[in-house]
Nanobody, 117 residues
Framework: QVQLVESGGGLVQPGGSLRLNCAASGNIFSINAMGWYRQAPGKQRELVADITKHGSTHYADSVKGRFTISRNNAKNTVLLEMNSLKPEDTAVYYC???????????WGQGTQVTVSS
């Protein structure tokens, strides 16, 4: 079992920045990769960025160049730094942990990000 807790969401103006944090606990040694997803009302949940245990990263085209994902293995946390935020970034952001061998995915409760003037 893996437990994930997100924090850092809020309301920002277009062009602003936010930093999201995901803290993992439980059987963290089984996690192959962690990532951030987001879901806006009426839309499919989509991958924003992910990172492997070794530091390889992947970004959605819509956020590449604006968002940065990083991890701190010692603290069991994953960070998502969001810059140059746009109204279309508004969504609930969810932290995800994947265990490939068992095809298990674990999710945090989500944190709301609203970009509005």
């Amino acid at each position: 079992q893996v437990q994930l807790v997100e924090s850092g969401g809020g309301l920002v103006q277009p062009g602003g920045s936010l930093r999201l944090n995901c803290a993992a606990s439980g059987n963290i040694f089984s996690i192959n990769a962690m990532g951030w997803y987001r879901q806006a009302p009426g839309k499919q949940r989509e991958l924003v960025a992910d990172i492997t245990k070794h530091g390889s990263t992947h970004y959605a085209d819509s956020v590449k160049g604006r968002f940065t994902i990083s991890r701190n293995n010692a603290k069991n946390t994953v960070l998502l730094e969001m810059n140059s935020l746009k109204p279309e970034d508004t969504a609930v952001y969810y932290c995800n942990a994947a265990i490939i061998a068992t095809k298990n995915n674990y999710w945090g409760q989500g944190t709301q990000v609203t970009v509005s003037s």
